[in-house]
């Protein structure tokens, strides 16, 4: 499997069930019909995000992992992905926006821990 598909891969098998939860606990009211349309919309986002590094720094020469590809940024992302979750979320529980970008630092997440067992590892 090439490491593009193995980002993808693992973002969405990691994201998507995590959206998925968080919505199913956070919302005022659950409906499967809502869960579907936000699983739908995340999945683009969980993908951007799973590919988002790799975009941003491509993976031409070994030596290609910068800012994008830190422990600083994985940092960044993490606490962003918790604010979302656990103060956004929440509180605007009944839209349907906070999921898809929650969805996108997910998927840029998956992509940090999965760089980070690699030999080169991150920054
Ligand atoms: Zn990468």
Same mark, same amino acid.
């Not at 693992?10 to 959206?19: E, Y």
């Not at 956004?88 to 970008?101: A, D, H, N, S, T």
């Given at each position: &499997?090439s490491r593009?598909?193995?980002?993808?891969?693992? =973002? @969405? $098998?990691?994201? #998507?069930? *995590? *959206?998925?939860?968080?919505y199913y606990? $956070?919302?005022?009211?659950?409906?499967y019909f809502?869960l579907v349309?936000?699983?739908?919309?995340s999945i683009v %986002? *969980?993908f951007t995000?799973?590919i988002?590094?790799?975009?941003?720094?491509r993976?031409?020469?070994p030596?290609?992992? =910068? #800012?994008f590809h830190?422990?600083f &940024?994985?940092s960044?992302?993490?606490i962003s992905a +918790?604010?979302i %979750? +656990?103060?956004i979320i929440?509180r605007?529980g009944e839209k #349907?926006?906070?999921?898809? *970008? $929650?969805g996108? +630092?997910?998927?840029?997440?998956?992509h940090? #821990?999965?760089d980070?067992?690699?030999?080169s590892s @991150?920054?």
């Amino acid at each position: &499997m090439s490491r593009r598909l193995t980002h993808i891969a693992g =973002g @969405l $098998f990691f994201g #998507l069930p *995590v *959206v998925g939860l968080v919505y199913y606990f $956070f919302a005022e009211e659950f409906s499967y019909f809502r869960l579907v349309l936000i699983i739908g919309i995340s999945i683009v %986002c *969980v993908f951007t995000g799973a590919i988002f590094p790799d975009i941003i720094e491509r993976p031409t020469n070994p030596d290609h992992r =910068g #800012l994008f590809h830190s422990w600083f &940024m994985l940092s960044l992302i993490f606490i962003s992905a +918790f604010i979302i %979750c +656990f103060v956004i979320i929440p509180r605007y529980g009944e839209k #349907l926006f906070p999921y898809p *970008v $929650f969805g996108f +630092f997910l998927g840029y997440l998956s992509h940090l #821990l999965l760089d980070s067992t690699t030999k080169s590892s @991150l920054r």
